[in-house]
């Protein structure tokens, strides 16, 4: 048989076992200890079946059936005297009736919790029956404790939590960030049918365990929300001692030495005893408690110091040896190294990064002054590099000419001419200008790489050999190199001195 048939066959068998169960009960009751109960049970439309009899009967277990209750419409009410509610339980109505045989139980126990069976006898049918279930509720009572413990490698309980009296039984978690681990729930089941449930943590203890935190949480159906029970372990443990505040620069007059004798423990260390290796104690020394004070350091200090703590569980001690200097010791520079060091470091740094941009822009400048209006690094024409830029104004001056030098022109022709015009007898003539220098006239001619110098000396030794063949003179006259010589004028190589306006063509 498929699922799908098994599914249908359950339900079937639901619905038969509804319509063959026609007296109405209450499935479950609930209820608490101390409290009155209500059971009730109907036996609605009865049709042609004759009700004879209810009994109401108390099943505690599978095996265990007591009548608590009897009604008859001919001879009466009986309670049996041998039932568990005996006294304490009532029909709801008096006399009652088939119609209605509810029942009421006073002051309900935990014991009374169980099945509650309202029984009709019937004819021509016979007997038919409605269950109800009597569900008794107590709210337990939860506490929860730590418990002392020694540090051990051997794991222990150090914590329990236990709920006791309550029904059902509750259910108990813990958290905490210990790494130990939770014993098994044990169950007692108690005389009043009461469940009480005990649980307990189990670890290692060791001293760093001391104080840490852990929680119980206790859930029960009574209780809207669980309790938690916060707590902090217990680990006991001898004590511990370390000595601070030597800082080895006790030297010969000193007076703000010190030692403190730093203990741990639990319990409590209750003595704490400072010692010397030698058995004296020098007269320059003061003992508080836990600090030892030394009014003037001298030779006497020169010694080890020792420090006993004791407490319930055992002593430790710990000691440490004092080196008297004759002066005080160097204040360390190692801070002030490193800061110079890094000083460099950032000043190399800066340093570095001025003179870089100081070449790139020196650069910059240099390729924008050579230019003559054509991209960065193109090469010189000599019409270029002998005339400035191509472009002039209206009066003949260029804008970005050089005039700081002569400017020769070759092959003119003869209907060239201007006002006062003179002739070179290389062929070249030389034209009067008013061009002003400016500063980047200065800086141009200043700039002139030596390749560009030595073709501008090729041009005056081939103009010295024009004048030579053709025999003249030299055009401009020459005159005594003084030292008040015009702004206008310039010596040359061959003593002769020409105009820096001047425009030889």
Same mark, same amino acid.
């Given at each position: 048989?498929?699922?799908?048939?098994?599914?249908?066959?359950?339900?079937?068998?639901?619905?038969?076992?509804?319509?063959?169960?026609?007296?109405?009960?209450?499935?479950?009751?609930?209820?608490?200890?101390?409290?009155?109960?209500?059971?009730?049970?109907?036996?609605?439309?009865?049709?042609?079946?004759?009700?004879?009899?209810?009994?109401?009967?108390?099943?505690?277990?599978?095996?265990?059936?007591?009548?608590?209750?009897?009604?008859?419409?001919?001879?009466?009410?009986?309670?049996?005297?041998?039932?568990?509610?005996?006294?304490?339980?009532?029909?709801?109505?008096?006399?009652?009736?088939?119609?209605?045989?509810?029942?009421?139980?006073?002051?309900?126990?935990?014991?009374?919790?169980?099945?509650?069976?309202?029984?009709?006898?019937?004819?021509?049918?016979?007997?038919?029956?409605?269950?109800?279930?009597?569900?008794?509720?107590?709210?337990?009572?939860?506490?929860?404790?730590?418990?002392?413990?020694?540090?051990?490698?051997?794991?222990?309980?150090?914590?329990?939590?236990?709920?006791?009296?309550?029904?059902?039984?509750?259910?108990?978690?813990?958290?905490?960030?210990?790494?130990?681990?939770?014993?098994?729930?044990?169950?007692?089941?108690?005389?009043?049918?009461?469940?009480?449930?005990?649980?307990?943590?189990?670890?290692?203890?060791?001293?760093?365990?001391? =104080?840490?935190? /852990?929680?119980?949480? @206790? #859930? +029960?159906?009574?209780?809207? &929300?669980?309790?938690?029970?916060?707590?902090?372990?217990?680990?006991?443990?001898?004590?511990?001692?370390?000595?601070?505040?030597?800082?080895?620069?006790?030297?010969?007059?000193?007076?703000?030495?010190?030692?403190?004798?730093?203990?741990?423990?639990?319990?409590?260390?209750?003595?704490?005893?400072?010692?010397?290796?030698?058995?004296?104690?020098?007269?320059?020394?003061?003992?508080?408690?836990?600090?030892?004070?030394?009014?003037?350091?001298?030779?006497?200090?020169?010694?080890?110091?020792?420090?006993?703590?004791?407490?319930?569980?055992?002593?430790?001690?710990?000691?440490?040896?004092?080196?008297?200097?004759?002066?005080?010791?160097?204040?360390?520079?190692?801070?002030?190294?490193?800061?110079?060091?890094?000083?460099?470091?950032?000043?190399?740094?800066?340093? =570095?990064?001025? /003179?870089?941009?100081? @070449? #790139? +822009?020196?650069?910059?400048? &240099?390729?924008?002054?050579?230019?003559?209006?054509?991209?960065?690094?193109?090469?010189?024409?000599?019409?270029?590099?002998?005339?400035?830029?191509?472009?002039?104004?209206?009066?003949?001056?260029?804008?970005?000419?050089?005039?700081?030098?002569?400017?020769?022109?070759?092959?003119?022709?003869?209907?060239?001419?201007?006002?006062?015009?003179?002739?070179?007898?290389?062929?070249?003539?030389?034209?009067?200008?008013?061009?002003?220098?400016?500063?980047?006239?200065?800086?141009?001619?200043?700039?002139?790489?030596?390749?560009?110098?030595?073709?501008?000396?090729?041009?005056?030794?081939?103009?010295?050999?024009?004048?030579?063949?053709?025999?003249?003179?030299?055009?401009?006259?020459?005159?005594?190199?003084?030292?008040?010589?015009?702004?206008?004028?310039?010596?040359?190589?061959?003593?002769?001195?020409?105009?820096?306006?001047?425009?030889?063509?």
């Amino acid at each position: 048989m498929n699922m799908s048939g098994l599914l249908s066959a359950l339900i079937l068998l639901i619905i038969q076992g509804a319509l063959a169960q026609r007296v109405r009960v209450e499935p479950e009751v609930v209820s608490y200890p101390g409290q009155s109960v209500t059971l009730r049970c109907q036996f609605p439309s009865p049709g042609e079946t004759q009700l004879t009899q209810v009994s109401w009967i108390f099943e505690r277990t599978d095996t265990e059936r007591t009548n608590i209750a009897v009604f008859h419409p001919s001879f009466g009410v009986n309670y049996p005297t041998k039932s568990p509610v005996a006294d304490r339980v009532r029909f709801i109505l008096d006399p009652p009736t088939l119609d209605n045989p509810s029942i009421q139980i006073r002051n309900v126990k935990m014991t009374d919790e169980g099945r509650y069976i309202c029984e009709y006898a019937t004819y021509p049918s016979g007997n038919e029956q409605g269950v109800s279930s009597l569900v008794m509720l107590a709210k337990p009572k939860n506490i929860a404790t730590t418990v002392t413990v020694t540090a051990d490698q051997t794991p222990v309980i150090v914590a329990r939590c236990e709920s006791s009296n309550g029904r059902p039984a509750a259910t108990i978690s813990w958290s905490t960030t210990l790494n130990g681990n939770v014993t098994t729930p044990i169950t007692t089941d108690n005389p009043d049918n009461t469940v009480s449930v005990q649980s307990a943590y189990m670890l290692a203890p060791q001293p760093s365990d001391n =104080g840490k935190d /852990i929680s119980c949480m @206790v #859930s +029960h159906r009574t209780m809207p &929300q669980p309790e938690t029970f916060p707590m902090k372990l217990v680990v006991e443990y001898p004590p511990k001692v370390q000595i601070k505040g030597y800082d080895d620069n006790w030297y010969r007059g000193r007076t703000s030495a010190f030692l403190i004798c730093q203990a741990d423990g639990n319990p409590a260390p209750t003595t704490v005893t400072w010692k010397t290796l030698s058995g004296l104690m020098p007269e320059t020394v003061q003992v508080q408690e836990t600090r030892l004070s030394v009014q003037k350091v001298d030779d006497t200090i020169n010694t080890t110091f020792i420090c006993e703590v004791k407490n319930r569980l055992g002593y430790s001690r710990d000691q440490i040896t004092v080196f008297v200097r004759e002066q005080p010791s160097p204040p360390s520079n190692t801070g002030v190294i490193a800061g110079v060091i890094f000083a460099c470091i950032l000043a190399v740094i800066l340093l =570095g990064v001025l /003179i870089y941009f100081l @070449v #790139s +822009h020196n650069r910059r400048q &240099q390729h924008g002054y050579r230019g003559t209006g054509k991209p960065a690094g193109a090469p010189y024409d000599s019409f270029t590099r002998l005339f400035g830029s191509a472009k002039s104004s209206k009066n003949g001056t260029g804008n970005n000419g050089n005039n700081n030098t002569p400017i020769y022109r070759g092959e003119v022709g003869l209907n060239e001419k201007t006002a006062n015009q003179g002739m070179h007898p290389g062929g070249m003539a030389l034209l009067e200008t008013t061009h002003t220098h400016t500063a980047e006239d200065i800086l141009l001619s200043r700039e002139m790489d030596e390749v560009e110098r030595k073709k501008f000396d090729e041009l005056e030794e081939e103009d010295e050999r024009y004048d030579h063949f053709g025999g003249g003179g030299p055009i401009l006259q020459l005159r005594p190199h003084d030292d008040d010589l015009d702004d206008d004028m310039e010596s040359q190589r061959d003593g002769s001195v020409i105009s820096r306006t001047a425009v030889y063509v």
